[in-house]
């Protein structure tokens, strides 16, 4: 980087560019929840057969091209507008060197150097002569020349070693920053094809990596979100940046933005798919690098006089290299695909969209969807599923809002209706090892009340929604120490085979009476576990669970075609149904049990 160069150098242009590439990157999004939203589930409802399966399957490898686009022209944009704020600072500071040289009538050099007059007087010595200043970065070569003008006779020379020092500095500053973001921006290409891969994605989180490091001190000026916020405190941060800053936030920091409560659905959606698409092509490109099991894990071996069926040494020694890492990959991936699955249901069986609210393979995973967008329903219902559940297993879990979303709507006299499926929490793994513990619960709980308070951040409704949590198993006990914790920001809750829910009362789950609803199935042992002792209840105190007459639920009727732990949400069940009629405020039609006898001691 030369004088020339840098003189001639706009940051604007860049900026420019940059709004160019965000338009794009906002056109594609526009197409692919077109295509994802609107156009696929309206071919699927007019057309059937082979050719509409295919025209189908075609229009979604679409959807994710213009996803694909969307997400690299956004990091585009981001990275043009952070290259712009690195070398701004430079060439500000090189036209005002440059300024203080014409003052001066200096003339300053393609190489930086910068030449000056004879001037002033020097008694006693020869005439004071012309000369060049070479600007230095070295505070020792900096030290010298100050000492230097000291003893000069020509007062130019000082003014003019500053000048040269300062175009110097600019110099270095445009160049580090041309240099840094030079093969930042050459690697944001995509392919020569139209096939969007799994390395592809895993190419775009390596550039995202790229430029958020690049982009640090850019990223740092940017309005940060409040520490520690509040779900409203997040809602304002968001609302303050303007749209350069929310893609810039999109783009470099997309698990930051998919995680904040009280964000847009819309925003925390588009956030969260990044993530979602760029751990999936790292995950499975890892996975597709990753020895394979072998095929002879089992043999038979001689133990006692008996027959004992075990893994072969060369399965062991498989497992112990990259067993652990292999189910994680895989466990996840199989989550992964069930939410895919999720996006290109819209439409089956009259679904809406869906939204990603929250998302991460880590651990055990995480995974919040939603049945229509919550920040315009009428009627939000949110759900925690319980022991057992992981990323892996998030399919069923999301089949069954959408289950209770199409009842609900039913029910809804028109208005519009959001099921949320909420794994935000580490849900015990083992029934056995896992479970007797209420830690789970607690320490999860204040998540699940941020949650709830950010519906209410983002809703952007005419009126307050009508919210209800629906808890099944140890979900249950994770609202109900949410309760216990906090303040639950709920209309009505239903208990669906609860062990225990951390509170004795009804009145204490922070609903109005009469609102707290409860479901047991015939044969559903997991009430039993919690009436003899449920761990989950290791707090001092009185005890009670939801089926308990003393608690004070509502206690709905399943049906007789629900029975066991597993069936409270059956398509077309009277549990279902009644899940429905709350949901959308219709308690007074739920059909409930008929009250416990009471039979005198007869003589």
């Known amino acids: 980087m030369d004088v020339e160069a840098l003189k001639a150098l706009k940051p604007h242009e860049f900026e420019e560019a940059a709004l160019g590439y965000r338009t794009t990157s906002d056109m594609a999004a526009q197409a692919k929840d077109a295509l994802e939203q609107r156009i696929t589930p309206q071919l699927r409802g007019a057309l059937n057969g082979e050719a509409a399966d295919a025209a189908v399957a075609q229009l979604r490898e679409l959807t994710k091209d213009f996803h694909y686009v969307q997400v690299e022209c956004g990091l585009i944009g981001t990275a043009l507008n952070a290259f712009a704020a690195d070398v701004r600072p430079a060439k500000t500071k090189l036209e005002q060197a440059l300024s203080d040289a014409d003052a001066h009538r200096f003339a300053v050099g393609a190489n930086g150097s910068v030449s000056y007059p004879a001037a002033g007087q020097n008694p006693g010595g ?72 799994d390395g592809d994605w895993a190419d775009v989180q390596k550039d995202g990596e790229g430029v958020r490091e690049a982009g640090r001190h850019y990223s740092d000026s940017l309005p940060q979100p409040p520490k520690d916020g509040s779900p409203k405190d997040n809602a304002a941060w968001w609302k303050g940046l303007d749209p350069g800053q929310q893609q810039a936030w999109t783009s470099l920091h997309p698990d930051v933005v998919g995680a904040l409560d009280g964000v847009p659905a819309t925003v925390r959606d588009e956030a969260n798919r990044i993530v979602l698409d760029e751990s999936r092509g790292q995950y499975r490109t890892e996975l597709d690098a990753m020895p394979k099991p072998p095929a002879n894990e089992w043999t038979w071996i001689n133990a006692g006089g008996y027959a004992s069926k075990v893994h072969t040494d060369e399965w062991m020694d498989w497992y112990k290299a990259h067993g652990e890492r292999y189910e994680h990959l895989t466990n996840s991936l199989k989550g992964m695909e069930s939410i895919q699955k999720r996006f290109d249901a819209v439409g089956q069986n009259d679904l809406p969209e869906a939204y990603l609210l929250g998302y991460s393979a880590e651990g055990n995973g995480r995974a919040i969807v939603a049945n229509g967008n919550p920040d315009t329903a009428v009627h939000q219902a949110v759900y925690v599923p319980g022991t057992t559940a992981n990323l892996g297993s998030i399919g069923g879990d999301i089949d069954r809002m959408g289950n209770v979303w199409r009842t609900a709507t039913d029910a809804a006299d028109g208005k519009t209706v959001s099921t949320i499926t909420w794994l935000g929490y580490d849900a015990p793994q083992d029934i056995v090892k896992d479970s007797p513990f209420s830690h789970y619960a607690n320490d999860g709980a204040p998540a699940f009340n941020r949650f709830m308070d950010g519906l209410d951040a983002s809703h952007t409704g005419n009126a307050e929604p009508h919210r209800t949590a629906i808890g099944h198993s140890y979900g249950t006990t994770l609202i109900g120490s949410a309760a216990r914790q906090g303040t639950l920001n709920a209309d009505d809750v239903i208990f669906a085979g609860s062990p225990g829910v951390q509170v004795p009362k009804a009145e204490q789950m922070d609903v109005p009476a009469g609102h707290v609803w409860n479901e047991e199935a015939p044969g559903d042992i997991v009430p039993d576990v919690g009436r003899f002792g449920h761990g989950g209840t290791d707090w001092d105190g009185p005890w009670a669970i939801p089926s308990d007459e003393s608690f004070g639920a509502q206690q709905m009727t399943t049906g007789s075609g629900v029975s066991g732990h597993s069936e409270y949400w059956t398509w077309g069940s009277e549990s279902l149904q009644n899940q429905g009629r709350v949901v959308v405020g219709h308690g007074d039609q739920v059909v409930l049990k008929p009250p416990p006898r009471h039979w005198e001691h007869m003589r």
């Open 126 to 197: 020869p005439p004071t002569a012309p000369g060049s200043a070479n600007g230095t970065l070295s505070e020792q070569a900096r030290a010298l020349q100050r000492q230097a003008g000291n003893f000069d006779p020509n007062p130019n020379y000082a003014i003019a070693q500053d000048i040269a020092n300062r175009i110097a500095e600019a110099l270095k500053e445009a160049t580090d920053a041309d240099q840094k973001w030079a093969p930042q921006l050459h690697g944001l290409k995509a392919d020569d094809d139209l096939t969007v891969s």
